[in-house]
């Protein structure tokens, strides 16, 4: 599928059924303490109006609600590139995707 390997390549894609955008965002926290949430570019995969996966850095998070047809060959390609996967609500990717705060966007400005 086009969508998922755009996703997996961070390119933007417009196809039919879903769409893929590139933006500012965030790596998640990993609940263990390891990685601290910080800002990154991250490539959404979209159904519509719906954010179904976002690729921030080395982790995939993917909707609880994703579609099976779609869920099956990300997670399997996204394996196979030896990503990190999680999973969360919908609510939760809209906050991966959001821009980060100033203070944030001026930590990692230098690091290009």
Not at 55 to 73: F, I, Q, S, V
Not at 83 to 107: C, D, F, K, N, T
Request: aromatic share 4%; proline share 9%.
């Amino acid at each position: 599928m086009q969508a998922i390997a755009a996703l997996l390549g961070r390119e933007r894609f417009s196809g039919m059924d879903f769409e893929v955008e590139l933006r500012e965002g965030f790596v998640p926290r990993i609940a263990d303490g390891t990685r601290r949430a910080q800002p990154a570019p991250v490539a959404i995969l979209w159904q519509a109006e719906r954010p179904l996966a976002v690729l921030a850095a080395d982790l995939l998070t993917l909707a609880k609600a994703a579609p099976g047809p779609l869920r099956e060959p990300l997670l399997a390609q996204a394996r196979e590139a030896g990503l990190g996967i999680a999973h969360a609500r919908e609510s939760q990717l809209w906050s991966l995707m959001a821009a980060p705060p100033p203070r944030l966007r001026s930590v990692g400005a230098g690091r290009r």
